[in-house]
């Protein structure tokens, strides 16, 4: 469900927005000097959509125009050739994704739902409050690079540009390009294709971009930030499994759960999984070590089958099982409720006596848990091991870990996290605005595409101007109903599931 504190929040700004321009309008006094304000500094507003238009980059879109004709020609092209065949892309892309929608409509899996090609983000439900600031500048960013292409591309087919604007739409920011039609209708269908292509083949090229800076980030940050090394902490929930005196803190480098090595975020990520799948681990230590705790009780069953010894609910006691040394042939488990760091500290580990050494005097002892808990040493040199005992996703998502270690002081742990969330940002955007924008769908780039493309082919075979726009109609209808689709069962599964 959307947080009632959002929706309150953005209605009721929109509300004060819609009230004070509506008074001022009203006002025999102020009516003209608003409107004239509004009118000289581009400003329009409707319910729920604010928007600003000026001409002060019309100078830039030109100078950009006119840097070496004939390479932007052949930009331009391949914008021509991407743009259709992205429109024919992005309907099978649409076709995938509502079958992926159904499909999880349809079942209980959970693991259906990661799955899904496209997904509608709505603020404050599938994206985090503390990311909305991400979000918004790589839309505005992606949104400007859109027009930025349209606008050149106008200008260097002799299509006169009237001006450069943005607009928030709810909470949705954007940007456009106000062309003169007459000068769009008087060039050919080709002309027309690569300019309304240009938005969509320049959101690509940002994606790629963006994606090309994601993987060399650790070679453009090589002088400032090691990586390698271990996944750095950089943030600790409040009360969870990893907080507290003995726990992780922000700036810790974690190098090792177990035996598994950790040198970076998927390697922490992988481990855990590892663990989690895996038998309990064992831990080698002296068969003369074994004494039981004070809180060392009589074995029970647990409801699901396994074992306990320990008599209370100590935080620094666990029921360990062994096989005596005396008794090895018998295989007949034996329990002890023993201090967990003493036993565990600087032990190797095991799966079997073995592992200990046939002639040595040192069993594996295993702790004695439920099934689907672990216990877990991590290693965060200089600190002693970090002891956790639960289910190990809870340890994934009790701490948020970065692969860049700092090489000064004086660095801030979170710059490479601010670079690589912004990154991500801006491929998911700008490669949605491409796919999306393509799509042939009244009032997106998708519908002039197809009209110029259809006019460009078909103008040979169906003579008739009225046939192929009819044609085009019924193309851009069902493209829209897909979109549609998509969009309303998305808000739904994000929304009301």
Known sequence: MIPVSLLVFVMAGWCAV????????????????????????????????????????????????????????????????????????????????????YAQMTTDNPRIGGQQTLQVVVPGVNLPTSQLAYFFIALLLSGVIHELGHAVAALRESVRVNGFGMFVFVVYPGAFVDLFTTHLNLISPAQQLRIFCA?????????????ALLFLLPVLLFPVYATGVGAMVTEVVQGSAADGPRGLSVGDLVTRLEDCPVRGV?????????????????????????????????????????????????????????????????????????????????????????????NSASVCVTPSLENQTRFIRVAHP?????????????????????????????????????????????????????????????????????????????????????????IGFFLLLAGSALLAANVALGLWMVTAR
Not at 199 to 211: D, P, Q
Not at 408 to 432: I, N, Q, R
Request: net charge positive; hydrophobic share 45%; aromatic share 12%.
């Open 18 to 101: 819609y009230l004070a321009d509506t008074l001022l309008r009203s006002s025999a006094t102020h009516r003209i000097n608003y409107e004239s304000w509004l009118a000289s500094r581009g400003l329009m507003l409707s319910p729920f959509h604010v928007r600003w238009q000026t001409t002060m980059f019309n100078w830039l879109f030109a100078y950009c125009a006119r840097i070496n004709p004939q390479a932007l020609y052949l930009w331009f092209s391949s914008g021509l050739v991407f743009g259709v065949a992205a429109m024919l892309g992005s309907v099978v892309l649409l076709v995938k994704t509502l079958q992926q929608t």
């Open 199 to 211: 938005g969509v083949w320049h959101n690509f090229v940002l994606c790629v971009a963006a994606l």
């Open 266 to 358: 998927e390697d922490w990520a992988g481990c855990l999984s590892q663990l989690s799948r895996a038998p309990q681990t064992g831990y080698c230590v002296p068969a003369a070590g074994l004494q039981p705790s004070w809180a060392h009780g009589r074995p029970f069953k647990r409801l699901d089958g396994t074992m306990d010894c320990c008599s209370n609910n100590s935080l620094t006691d666990l029921c360990f099982s062994y096989i005596k040394p005396q008794g090895r042939n018998s295989r007949e488990r034996e329990f002890a409720c023993m201090p967990v760091r003493k036993m565990v500290t600087g032990t190797a580990t095991c799966r079997s006596d073995d592992d200990c050494g046939v």
């Open 382 to 470: 200089p600190s002693p091991h970090m002891l956790f005992v639960g289910f190990p996703p809870h340890l994934q998502y009790a701490v948020s870990l970065t692969n860049f270690v700092p090489r000064f002081g004086f660095l801030h742990l979170d710059l490479p996290v601010f670079m690589e969330t912004f990154l991500k940002y801006v491929v998911s955007l700008s490669g949605a605005l491409a796919v999306v924008n393509s799509v042939p769908c009244f009032a997106l780039d998708g519908q002039w595409m197809l009209n110029a493309l259809l006019e460009a082919t078909l103008v040979t075979v169906v003579t008739d101007r009225q046939k192929r726009e009819l």
